[in-house]
């Protein structure tokens, strides 16, 4: 005869084994965070640089870039990080007629954005970041339009994102990208 009790202990330690391993693969899945650095005031006309550094925290996260969204009135001139000029890649302007959306094309999720915001890509020149490891500085300089009224903050946005998740060849356990927390 089989004793209720016994099962019921057995049913228990089951169920606090799945949410063990649930809960640990959560807490160890790649985190990627991003502290900018204050740009200060310029003009309208000229370049700001922004410092934008980047940590993670849990597994290693695997090719790591930066969404860059900037409002209309900002032009992300150049990012460089480890010494090296990195390739900017437009992905478009958010629209009315866009639903503002746009899809990222490295990690082919879909990012929302503010009517007449634009939306870059830029791909860090580092394979992968772990926790615990050196941070990732970057440089993100950008032009303010001549045409920005004066007294008005323009906004930009960094969200940092692996695209290939928590494995080196793009085979991820995870479910998605893992997305910014920003600090």
Do not use: K
Request: aromatic residues 6%; charged residues 10%; proline residues 7%.
């Amino acid at each position: 005869m089989s004793n209720p009790l016994w099962a019921f202990i057995i049913s228990a330690f089951v169920l606090l084994t799945t949410v063990s391993q649930v809960s640990r693969a959560a807490v160890t899945s790649p985190q990627p965070e991003v502290s900018l650095g204050r740009p200060g005031s310029a003009f309208a006309g000229n370049t700001v640089c922004v410092s934008a550094v980047l940590t993670n925290s849990g597994e290693p996260g695997y090719g790591p870039y930066y969404r860059l969204i900037t409002d209309e009135l900002l032009t992300v001139h150049s990012v460089t990080a480890l010494g090296e000029s990195i390739d900017i890649e437009p992905m478009g302007i958010f629209s009315e007629d866009n639903s503002q959306l746009l899809t990222d094309s490295r990690s082919t999720t879909d990012v929302t954005g503010s009517i007449g915001q634009t939306l870059a890509l830029a791909s860090l020149p580092v394979g992968s970041v772990v926790a615990g490891g050196p941070a990732l500085n970057a440089s993100i300089c950008l032009t303010i339009d001549s045409a920005a009224p004066m007294g008005e903050p323009l906004h930009f946005n960094v969200q940092p994102v692996y695209e290939y998740g928590d494995s080196a060849t793009g085979t991820t356990t995870q479910s998605s990208v893992p997305l910014s927390r920003a600090r």
